[in-house]
């Protein structure tokens, strides 16, 4: 036990499989431990290094083990599965994690703070409340279809169907359906009601967070996107350039070349698909303004691509100027144009 310089931990709900190697690279420990021994366990281990996948949880554990004394580093998952050698079971990923920790080129994941996580779960909290209304008001709408009630798309034209639910000499609806779609209404108004207090609380933590302010500054960024960006990306110069920020988000395209020949793709979609869904919609609200074409990089994109083409690479842009910002520690400061 004392031998044990660093350790691949699997986490998972109940059982965690660790593969620790000591100073000769040779296995020491190979074993399964439930979730109430894992912190008794490590507690006994001298300091060490720790490697896990940045994974639900990790963040939680991460936190706990470095207040052991332990140094904790977080893997993206993706970089870890290279190193698992032949069949994927728990084991083999505690091995391929341990193998994986001790490359030197390895990127690794910073470890968020309770309250940055905290902020996030708003976010998560919220896009799962919208995701959830939007499936409400499409069943809701497909139901009073059956019916002959059919409104226009959007989710804007719902509130006729409540109207005509809401309104009893309607006889077009029976009484039994009707009783069921009034349901689908009162749960329509209560996640209404529930976004509307989170974006408040969202537009708080923007006013107390001195970087979402700066964020917010920039063209396209509102107080969710600004928000967002502050509590998820907790260490900006974890990326050497804006350039790698904004490939860690997808908004790159993908490459598939050999032999000298390179072909760019669509864009990769990796990283946080939050986020770059986030930039996208900015970036087309700013492309539909009445400011559109005041800036000569943005007309010219305008006049030569589609407008969902102009959309991401502004997107693209976008997250390199939130690098910049963020690194840098200033508001944005716009280019001067000449007239």
Request: glycine share 8%; net charge positive; charged share 25%.
């Amino acid at each position: 036990m004392m031998e044990i310089s660093r350790i691949g931990l699997d986490i998972a709900k109940t059982v965690f499989e660790v593969h620790a190697v000591n100073a000769r690279e040779e296995v020491v420990v190979r074993r399964s431990l439930r979730r109430n021994q894992l912190l008794g366990w490590f507690a006994k281990l001298p300091a060490c290094l720790i490697g896990m996948e940045a994974c639900g949880t990790a963040n939680h554990w991460a936190r706990e083990l470095t207040a052991l004394g332990h140094t904790v580093r977080l893997i993206p998952p993706a970089y870890a599965k290279p190193y698992v050698r032949r069949n994927k079971n728990d084991a083999a990923d505690a091995r391929a994690i341990c193998e994986a920790v001790s490359r030197p080129s390895m990127r690794f994941v910073p470890i968020k703070t309770v309250d940055r996580q905290a902020e996030a779960v708003t976010h998560k909290a919220r896009q799962m409340l919208i995701k959830q209304r939007t499936m409400t008001q499409n069943s809701l709408r497909s139901l009073m279809a059956e019916f002959g009630i059919v409104v226009p798309q959007g989710p804007h034209h719902i509130g006729k169907l409540l109207i005509i639910l809401a309104d009893p000499q309607d006889i077009r609806i029976p009484g039994v359906a009707r009783a069921a779609l009034n349901g689908m209404a009162d749960i329509l108004a209560t996640l209404d009601q529930q976004i509307e207090a989170l974006d408040k609380a969202i537009k708080a933590q923007v006013r107390a967070n001195p970087t979402a302010r700066r964020l917010i500054t920039i063209p396209g960024f509102g107080p969710i996107l600004s928000g967002a960006i502050a509590a998820i990306v907790t260490d900006p110069r974890h990326f050497d350039s804006g350039r790698d920020f904004a490939a860690a988000l997808g908004l790159v395209p993908r490459q598939d070349g050999t032999g000298g020949k390179v072909k760019l793709g669509p864009i990769s979609k990796r990283g946080n698909g939050y986020l770059r869904r986030l930039l996208v919609n900015g970036a087309t609200a700013v492309l539909h303004g009445k400011n559109a074409r005041t800036d000569p990089w943005r007309a010219r994109l305008l006049d030569g691509k589609p407008r969902k083409l102009a959309a991401v690479a502004l997107a693209n842009k976008m997250a390199r100027i939130a690098w910049a910002v963020m690194t840098r520690q200033e508001e944005f400061r716009p280019r001067a144009v000449a007239a």
